[in-house]
């Protein structure tokens, strides 16, 4: 299979240049197409659910921009909503969830677990299908504390002080909380990757919020738990880690999760972008709002990462999340400019 999927080869330390290109949430509102699926689907939730619709959205961004990574289209809260968590989306105001007590962290009920999530396993197994031969299939969860911090302030927060309180006040529950977290993402992944997901990333958006000892351990331990758990059944398979925000602590995190490649938000410095590069594939890490701004500010950002970056195993990718006010010649310009680029 090598060479066959080129963001694979990449992910395993392979430099190729120009670097193969996909977006985080790149199936998403900027595109008309995802808009008027999500008006047919009703809530995000059946979008999600439905895997006729899930594997249309999937492949949206495939078609429009020939991008070399397709996304599962889902969402990290997906987990807790199948241990029995309530959830929901409301246009404008992100998810909602009935924020979780420490007296019933034991109370998660696995037991329709992987029948819950069978329709994304469906999606999985379809899109594998579809997508052309190249295109390389990465499956996700979301980290245990990013999706641990939903579930205890029940919606997003500006840096998650409902989540820090519960782990200060309740060290433990919140431990066992990630415990779990962890066994059942670990679980999930591995049906992504029975059904087809030739790599899988793992999303640790609010890694940025911790002290260093809470790093330590409510963030790198429950992903050194999942990798551990992937790697004993799919050791050929590469695990992406993004602790986004994680500043300084990239480093630990790399070394003690182990994942085969690392996600760089765009406040990383290059020097050490560049250090961490040399052990090791990384993926990223436009600011968003370069795209969104477009022009010089998009072309000065474009080419910045591939000249600090371009020389060792690159995945181009954003810092982030792509944003619904993102217009779409801006990231026609954006392929553009990485494509068209040639090797200094
Ligand atoms: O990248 C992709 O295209 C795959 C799909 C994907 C979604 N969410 C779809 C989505 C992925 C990988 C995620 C991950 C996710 N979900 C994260 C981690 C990455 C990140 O962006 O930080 C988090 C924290 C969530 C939880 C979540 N889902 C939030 C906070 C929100 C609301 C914010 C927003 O953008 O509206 C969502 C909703 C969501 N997930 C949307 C999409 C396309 C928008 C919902 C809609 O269509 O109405």
Redesign the pocket.
């Known amino acids: 299979m090598a060479g066959k999927r080129i963001v694979v080869d990449v992910l395993n330390g392979e430099a190729s240049f120009p670097p193969p290109i996909w977006?985080?949430?790149?199936?998403?509102?900027y595109l008309p197409e995802?808009?008027e699926a999500?008006r047919q689907a009703g809530g995000?939730l059946d979008?999600?659910y439905n895997p006729d619709l899930a594997v249309e959205?999937?492949l949206q961004?495939i078609r429009r921009f020939g991008f070399d990574a397709s996304?599962?289209?889902?969402?990290?809260?997906v987990v807790p909503h199948a241990l029995g968590r309530d959830l929901r989306?409301e246009?404008?105001?992100?998810?909602l969830m009935t924020p979780i007590r420490e007296g019933e962290v034991d109370e998660l009920d696995g037991e329709a677990f992987h029948v819950n999530l069978a329709p994304v396993y469906e999606t999985v197994t379809r899109l594998r299908k579809e997508l052309p031969d190249e295109t390389t299939l990465i499956g996700?969860c979301?980290a245990p504390w990013?999706v641990a911090t939903?579930m205890i302030a029940g919606h997003?927060t500006p840096d998650q002080a409902p989540a820090r309180l519960f782990a200060y006040r309740a060290p433990e529950a919140m431990r066992r909380l990630l415990n779990t977290l962890a066994e059942r993402s670990a679980e999930y992944l591995k049906r992504q990757i029975a059904a087809g997901a030739d790599v899988v990333?793992i999303?640790d958006?609010?890694a940025g919020v911790l002290d260093e000892a809470s790093f330590e351990a409510f963030c790198i331990e429950p992903v050194r738990l999942i990798v551990e758990s992937v790697r004993r059944e799919y050791p050929d398979v590469p695990i992406i880690g993004?602790p986004?925000g994680a500043g300084a602590l990239y480093d630990t995190y790399r070394a003690r999760t182990g994942v085969t490649a690392l996600g760089l938000d765009w406040s990383v410095p290059w020097t050490q972008a560049r250090k961490l590069q040399a052990e090791g594939a990384v993926q990223g890490n436009l600011d968003p709002l370069r795209l969104v701004a477009g022009g010089r500010a998009l072309s000065e950002g474009v080419d910045a990462i591939l000249s600090e970056l371009g020389n060792g195993p690159l995945v181009f990718n954003l810092g982030?999340?792509i944003?619904?006010e993102t217009p779409i010649a801006h990231v026609e310009q954006m392929i553009a400019r990485v494509r068209g680029a040639s090797a200094k």
């Open positions: 977006m985080m949430r790149q199936a998403g509102r995802y808009r999500r995000f979008l999600c959205v999937t961004p996304i599962l289209f889902s969402d990290i809260l989306f246009e404008g105001r992100g998810p996700f979301g990013t939903y997003g990333q999303f958006s609010w993004f986004r982030h999340g944003t619904p």
